[in-house]
C-alpha cells in the first residue's frame, strides 16, 4: 500500500529560526511532490511543488528531494508566527493521478 | 476569478437524513475533486470527475455516499442516509488537466456534523 509519512508534531520553532519539515514516501515511482499549507479552519493550499532531485527555493521556503532515500523535506527560514500551520505533503505517480496524502505536522512559531 | 465555491459552510443534521454538499469548480477547469478531512484519516478523495464523467469513486465509503456532475459547474456529493461517523470537512477541489504535477484548488470546505 503506497503510504507517506510525517510527523504529526506539533513542532515548535522559535521565531526568526529555520523550520524542518520532512515526510517520507513508499512508492519508488512517485514522480510529483507537494506540500500544501493549512491553516486552522481553512482549506488547504500549495506552497511548493517539486519533481527532481535537490533542492527548489522559493522565498523564504526550500523543498528538497531525494528519491533515492524517498524523502521529502520543507524547509522555511526566518519562520514568523503567520507560519504557524499544518503542513501536508502529497506524492503522486503522474500515471495515476491520485495523491497520496500524508497526516500532516502542526507547526507553531513562537515569538 | 472566484475561487472553488462550496456550499453550505456549516451543515448540522440528525442521523438518518439526507445531506447534500454543492460545489462550483473553477471556470475551465477539466477535473473536480471531492475530498473528506478528519483527525483521524486525514485527507481521503472520495471521488474524482474528468469532463463531468466519474473516473475513479473508489474512495466512496458506502452505497449511502453518491455524487453528481450534470455540467462543467456543477456537482453535489450526497450521503443518504447521513450516520454520526460522517461528520468531518468536506472539501471539493479542481484542477486544469488534472495529471499528476498539477496544482489542486480547494474550496473552503464544508464542514458537517451528524447528531
Known amino acids: 500500500q503506497k503510504e507517506v509519512e510525517q510527523n504529526s508534531g506539533p513542532l515548535s520553532v522559535p521565531e526568526g529560526a529555520i523550520a524542518s519539515l520532512n515526510c517520507t514516501y513508499s512508492?519508488?515511482?512517485?514522480?510529483?511532490f507537494f506540500w500544501y499549507r493549512q491553516y486552522s479552519g481553512k482549506s488547504p493550499e500549495l506552497i511548493m511543488s517539486i519533481y527532481s532531485n535537490g533542492d527548489k527555493e522559493d522565498g523564504r521556503f526550500t523543498a528538497q528531494l531525494n528519491k533515492a532515500s524517498q524523502y521529502v523535506s520543507l524547509l522555511i527560514r526566518d519562520s514568523q508566527p503567520s507560519d504557524s500551520a499544518t503542513y501536508l505533503c502529497a506524492v503522486s505517480m503522474d500515471s495515476n493521478y491520485q495523491l497520496i496524502w500524508g497526516a500532516g505536522t502542526k507547526l507553531i512559531i513562537k515569538p | 476569478d472566484a475561487g472553488v465555491i462550496q456550499s453550505p459552510r456549516h451543515e448540522v443534521t440528525e442521523m438518518g437524513q439526507e445531506v447534500t454538499l454543492r460545489c462550483k469548480p473553477i471556470s475551465g477547469h477539466d477535473y473536480l475533486f471531492w475530498y473528506r478531512q478528519t483527525m483521524m484519516r486525514g485527507l481521503e478523495l472520495l471521488i474524482y470527475f474528468n469532463n463531468n464523467v466519474p473516473i475513479d469513486d473508489s474512495g466512496m465509503p458506502e452505497d449511502r455516499f453518491s455524487a453528481k456532475m450534470p455540467n462543467a459547474s456543477f456537482s453535489t456529493l450526497k450521503i443518504q442516509p447521513s450516520e454520526p461517523r460522517d461528520s468531518a470537512v468536506y472539501f471539493c477541489?479542481?484542477?486544469?488537466?488534472?495529471?499528476?504535477?498539477?496544482?489542486?484548488?480547494f474550496g473552503s470546505g464544508t464542514q458537517l456534523s451528524v447528531l
Open positions: 512508492d519508488r515511482g512517485s514522480q510529483s
Open positions: 477541489a479542481s484542477s486544469k488537466t488534472g495529471t499528476g504535477s498539477e496544482k489542486l484548488f
